[in-house]
């Protein structure tokens, strides 16, 4: 009686729709896909992606939340997998490949067992139970030091394979000075916020022309010749408003009928300026910096007064003039005063390379530093800023924590083999899940090996018996191009970066691991209007798209 009904639709037309185990080993293999896209990048010896946008401008890359976000992913798992790099790259600032390699493994293994007929649940819940005791293991391998030399050699680990060569070294050295000028206690703990240091590029000279600057630097220079080019004991005013006359938004028409009257016209304007430059002086500023425009009679007057000025500075570079030199922003010049004006010891124009930049120096906060990368091109000291920022990052965890672990694939061999004993004990469907989980950790000194030129299974092998034998901290060493004490070589990641990664792979396979069903509406081709059909009759759902109903 039923055979005949018509099938009930409940989703628009168009829509496409996947279901069951299809679904399922589609998601998988587009965030293999991804995983396997940047798995080359990984470690020191990785190699570079170039990527070439719409309008193809270059960016060369090792950094896996960069190379990500640039692809162009259009799956909605392989974005989900995208995604973890992202949030890996906010809340720690490096492991991002490995987290997106380990989380390309954990599908990977889960699904020879999703094939041998676990259900996804129990994987999901075999890696939540492996994870947690893997968490459990960084917490007591971790080693507890924040001294400046293992903090430097943080920093040389995660510059490693950065394009910084040569010059990790002097970045590290920076990073670490920076980090320890900026850390400061609260309530017992050591707190780095590292948005005070202020990071600026100038492509020009060699890498190892970086600077540090203790103090801010602004990328302008002053905006009068007659200006002094250095002022001690500088007081600073901040204004965000423009240093002009006001254009009326309505066209006015002023309508002069005696030619001795022109010149009184013009006098007017320029007494309004320097009525203005007046205000600023008689706050006792020697130093303007202004959002906006400053006019040219205006600069004339301050030049007069020997102020040294700089306009349309950013808003963002406001901001951190406000938080370093104690000054306030203002909008109206007649709120200038003593109380407004922020302290520098220094404000000075230096050339670099063919610009004329300002530095502001021994400011009243001395936690605010900058760092000036130099390079030979524009492509050389993006890719030096990225791989500064991961140090940054990783360098101020390792202040706050104190806690760290040994990196080239030690902790992850170590924990492969501790997982390993623990799903033993866990017994039952989930037990093969965490020997998955134990299996898939195996990836990081694997691609390691591999993109170092090491043979994979063999080194493998051999790292694991070493570790059977209780030589824990045995990872890739490059320098040799074998296994070997990775304590030896100081190669160390924060104990944050390692528990995030894992974590975050565990959660976004889970997640992809239990989703059975894919329901994509079609995709919207624009405007609505009958009179928009898009060119072509494009895909299914043409016909009925842009077709009044009678
Ligand atoms: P991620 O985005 O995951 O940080 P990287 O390309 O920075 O990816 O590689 C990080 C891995 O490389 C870590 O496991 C780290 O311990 C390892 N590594 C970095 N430098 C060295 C080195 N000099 N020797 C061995 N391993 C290293
Ligand atoms: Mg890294």
Do not use: W
Not at 314 to 333: H, R
Request: hydrophobic share 40%; charged share 25%; glycine share 10%.
């Amino acid at each position: 009686m039923l055979g005949g009904q018509m099938p009930i639709l409940v989703l628009k037309e168009g829509t496409s729709r996947e279901q069951g185990k299809n679904a399922q080993k589609n998601n998988i293999e587009a965030a293999k896909a991804i995983a396997d896209a940047i798995r080359t990048t990984l470690g020191p010896k990785g190699m570079d992606k170039m990527l070439v946008d719409s309008i193809g401008d270059i960016i060369i890359s090792n950094d896996g939340a960069t190379i990500l976000k640039e692809m162009d992913v259009d799956h909605p798992t392989a974005k989900m997998i995208v995604e973890v790099a992202k949030s890996q790259d906010t809340a720690v600032g490096d492991g991002t490949t490995s987290a997106v390699i380990m989380a390309g493994e954990l599908l990977k293994q889960a699904e020879g067992l999703l094939e041998q007929g676990v259900h996804a649940t129990v994987i999901a819940n075999g890696y939540r139970l492996a994870v947690n005791e893997a968490k459990k293991y960084l917490e007591e391998m971790a080693l507890k030091a924040k001294d400046d030399k293992t903090l430097k050699l943080i920093a040389m680990t995660a510059l490693s394979g950065k394009n910084t060569g040569l010059s990790s070294e002097l970045l590290s050295d920076l990073v670490v000075k920076a980090i320890d000028a900026v850390a400061e206690e609260r309530n017992g703990k050591i707190v780095v916020d590292t948005a005070n240091i202020k990071v600026d590029k100038k492509n020009g000279g060699s890498v190892n022309d970086t600077q540090y600057i203790s103090g801010l630097l602004i990328d302008k220079e002053k905006v009068h010749a007659k200006m002094p080019s250095i002022v001690k004991d500088a007081k600073i005013a901040l204004v965000d408003s423009a240093l002009e006359i006001k254009k009326t938004e309505i066209e006015a028409k002023v309508q002069i009928t005696d030619p001795t009257k022109i010149q009184d016209f013009l006098n007017q304007e320029s007494d309004t300026l320097k009525l203005m430059v007046e205000k600023v002086h008689k706050s006792g500023a020697n130093v303007i910096f202004c959002q906006k425009g400053i006019d040219d009679i205006a600069q004339h007057y301050l030049a007069k007064e020997g102020i040294y000025a700089v306009r349309r500075v950013k808003k963002s570079d406001m901001e951190k003039l406000a938080k370093a030199t104690g000054a306030k922003i203002v909008t109206n010049l007649d709120d200038l005063s003593k109380a407004s004006l922020g302290v520098a010891e220094r404000v000075e124009e230096k050339r670099i390379s063919d610009d004329r930049m300002t530095f502001v120096t021994g400011c009243a906060n001395p936690k605010a530093v900058s760092i000036l990368i130099r390079g030979g091109t524009d492509h050389v000291v993006s890719e030096i800023e990225r791989a500064l920022n991961d140090a940054i990052r990783v360098v101020g965890i390792t202040k706050e924590d104190g806690r760290y672990l040994p990196g080239g694939g030690a902790v992850e061999a170590e924990l492969s083999l501790k997982i390993r004993n623990y799903a033993n004990s866990v017994g039952g469907r989930e037990q093969l899940a965490i020997e998955a989980f134990s299996k898939a950790l195996e990836v990081i000194p694997r691609t390691l090996a591999e993109n170092a030129g090491m043979d994979p299974i063999n080194t493998l092998i051999q790292l694991k018996a070493e570790h059977e034998k209780g030589q824990k901290n045995n990872g890739i060493d490059f320098s040799i191009n074998k296994t070997g004490d990775m304590n030896k070589a100081g190669v160390f990641d924060p104990l944050r970066v390692k528990k995030h990664a894992l974590e975050s792979a565990v959660e976004v396979s889970s997640m992809i691991l239990r989703i059975d069903d894919v329901i994509a509406s079609k995709k919207s081709s624009g405007g609505e209007g009958p009179g928009q059909m898009p060119g072509g009759m494009g895909g299914m759902g043409g016909m009925g798209g842009g077709m009044p109903p009678y």
